[in-house]
Antibody
Framework: EVQLVESGGGLVQPGGSLRLSCAAS????????IYWVRQAPGRGLVWVSR????????TYADSVKGRFTISRDNAKSTLYLQMNSLRAEDTALYFC?????????????WGRGTVVTVSS | DIVMTQSPDSLAVSLGERATISCKSS????????????LAWYQQKPGQPPKLLIY???TRESGVPDRFSGSGSETDFTLTISGLQAEDVAVYYC?????????FGQGTKLEIK
């Protein structure tokens, strides 16, 4: 069974940092592009970042570019999102999601998310 | 960026009736070289992550009931739920994966009338 389990969320002050993790199981992690998508409270879905199967290619939404870094450890089947210089508008539920196939960014499996709250 | 606009924002339909949700993109999401529309639909129930329903605008994901169907091309797309059931109450999102940033519609909240 495919599973994605996010962790690492919490309460952080503006300007602070947080590292999210997404532990994958039930599939060959190293074969799939993985994505971060966030959802602010009561709001819609917003794509944040993507990483290709071997970690050599990454892309970011403009709103997080230069502040967030996506990475992966295929040996550990784990995805990461390093979040620096956090702002109030980064407050959201952060999902990791599996791309159904390389290059095609529709998401066939999602984790349940981890909550990030940026507040003083 | 490609802007995705759904209508309506909310919809109430009687059990057993048809629900229709529209999604329009600000530019075509049809890739000419493979004649595929890079458009997906998701269902999100309260407290749950989104669930993939449809991709390539009209291909139903494995396990999704056949009362869910997608149609459309280029910039205009529709999600149809035929024979609405109580468990279909959710928010529905369209998403384009034609180009980054990948963008979602604002969501359509479907309720029972």
């Amino acid at each position: 069974e495919v599973q994605l389990v996010e962790s690492g969320g919490g309460l952080v002050q503006p300007g602070g940092s947080l590292r999210l993790s997404c532990a994958a199981s039930g599939f060959t992690f190293s074969s799939y592009w993985i994505y971060w998508v966030r959802q602010a409270p009561g709001r819609g879905l917003v794509w944040v970042s993507r990483i290709d199967s071997d970690g050599s290619d990454t892309t970011y939404a403009d709103s997080v570019k230069g502040r967030f870094t996506i990475s992966r450890d295929n040996a550990k089947s784990t995805l990461y999102l390093q979040m620096n210089s956090l702002r109030a508008e980064d407050t959201a539920l952060y999902f990791c999601a599996r791309g159904a196939s390389s290059w095609y960014a529709y998401f066939d499996y999602w984790g349940r998310g981890t909550v990030v709250t940026v507040s003083s | 960026d490609i802007v995705m606009t759904q209508s309506p924002d909310s919809l109430a339909v009687s059990l057993g009736e048809r629900a229709t949700i529209s999604c329009k993109s600000s530019q075509s999401v049809l890739y000419i070289s493979n004649n595929k529309n890079y458009l997906a639909w998701y269902q999100q129930k309260p407290g749950q992550p989104p669930k993939l329903l449809i991709y390539w605008a009209s291909t139903r994901e494995s396990g999704v009931p056949d009362r869910f169907s997608g149609s459309g091309s280029e910039t205009d797309f529709t999600l149809t739920i035929s024979g609405l059931q109580a468990e279909d109450v959710a928010v529905y999102y369209c998403q384009q994966y034609y180009s980054t940033p990948y963008t979602f519609g604002q969501g359509t909240k479907l309720e029972i009338k």
